[in-house]
């Protein structure tokens, strides 16, 4: 089985920063694309941030020059760097993944449980 576990949320004030991660760990051949989506109440889910295994990464225009994803391969995690953060940036983050378990199998996407940011004064 393969788990993904994200940590780092939590209250931080406008203008403050937050790193989240998600660490993938279990039976893991390969790890392709890792992603952070958010979800606001109200709102449906959102992708945020994606990286390949090579390392190219995209984020959403709302985030850009704000919050830079990144990944450890020898780790297998996955990170968030959030600056500037916004009140409107208050979510539940989570992280996915396409993970191959067996060699020579297609990838399968899995999820963490996510980790709530709130940012308020």
């Known amino acids: 089985q393969v788990q993904l576990v994200e940590s780092g949320g939590g209250l931080v004030q406008p203008g403050g920063s937050l790193r989240l991660s998600c660490a993938a760990s279990?039976?893991?051949?390969?790890?392709?694309?890792m992603n952070w989506y958010r979800q606001a109440p109200g709102k449906q889910r959102e992708l945020v941030a994606s990286?390949?295994?090579?390392?190219?990464?995209n984020v959403v225009d709302s985030v850009k020059g704000r919050f830079t994803i990144s990944r450890d391969n020898a780790k297998n995690t996955v990170y968030l760097q959030m600056n500037s953060l916004k009140p409107e940036d208050t979510a539940v983050y989570s992280c996915?993944?396409?993970?191959?378990?067996?060699?020579?199998?297609?990838?399968?996407?899995?999820w963490g449980q996510g980790t709530q940011v709130t940012v308020s004064s």
């Open positions: 990286i390949t295994s090579g390392g190219i990464t």
């Open positions: 996915n993944a396409d993970i191959v378990t067996i060699i020579g199998t297609m990838s399968n996407r899995y």
């Open positions: 279990g039976r893991i051949f390969r790890i392709y694309a």
